[in-house]
């Protein structure tokens, strides 16, 4: 499991391929998932408390760890719906969801957990903030290389589906931190 979880973070495409027929790792990308999402809000709670964030009660540090949660994972159901309909529907792909599901499972766990594990670390350390822009990066070539290789598509295609994909875990994201702002504020 953990072999494959960095050979998708080194953007080893060969790994799609050996993957895309084996249903019994949809279960294993899967666990990937949420304990990505458990640590990251493990994380987040565990800095927000260190650091005393604008003296927030401890419900509000919960339930902003809670939000986190369910923005990580609709960050990577979204992704993950987008590529399969578009890769499918548009750009003549060839995966099933759960074969799309399974790749990004691998892809989406180290970036995203570095994410909020830096963006925690810059209100200590301002100058960690510096590294999200390459790790953002590196998380869109490799969920690129991932979605191309498991649909087999075009890298134009794949580049339109990643943008749009991103564009929408933007919007939610923003939404997600607005209501995490009024949640502290409050």
């Known amino acids: 499991m953990l072999a494959r979880l960095f050979r998708s973070f080194l953007n080893d495409t060969k790994l799609y391929g050996e993957i895309k027929d084996k249903p019994e790792l949809t279960l294993e990308s899967t666990i990937l998932i949420f304990a990505t999402a458990s640590l990251s809000v493990i994380f987040s709670i565990s800095i927000s408390l260190a650091i005393g964030i604008m003296e927030a009660t401890i419900l509000q540090v919960l339930v902003n760890g809670v939000l986190g949660f369910i923005s990580f994972l609709l960050g990577y159901l979204i992704l993950t719906v987008i590529a399969w309909l578009l890769g499918v529907k548009i750009g003549g792909g060839t995966a099933s969801f759960n074969q799309i599901r399974t790749a990004l499972g691998y892809v989406y766990p180290i970036p995203n957990l570095l994410s909020g594990l830096l963006t925690g670390l810059s209100a200590i350390f301002p100058f960690a903030s510096c590294l999200l822009f390459p790790i953002s990066l590196w998380f869109l070539v490799i969920a690129s290389s991932a979605i191309r290789e498991t649909l087999g598509i075009s890298k134009g295609v794949t580049f339109?589906?990643?943008?749009?994909?991103?564009?929408?875990?933007?919007?939610?994201?923003?939404?997600?931190?607005a209501v995490i702002a009024i949640v502290t504020l409050a």
Do not use: R, T
């Not at 339109?160 to 931190?177: K, P, S, Y």
């Open 160 to 177: 339109a589906i990643v943008l749009i994909a991103i564009v929408a875990i933007f919007i939610i994201n923003g939404i997600m931190g």
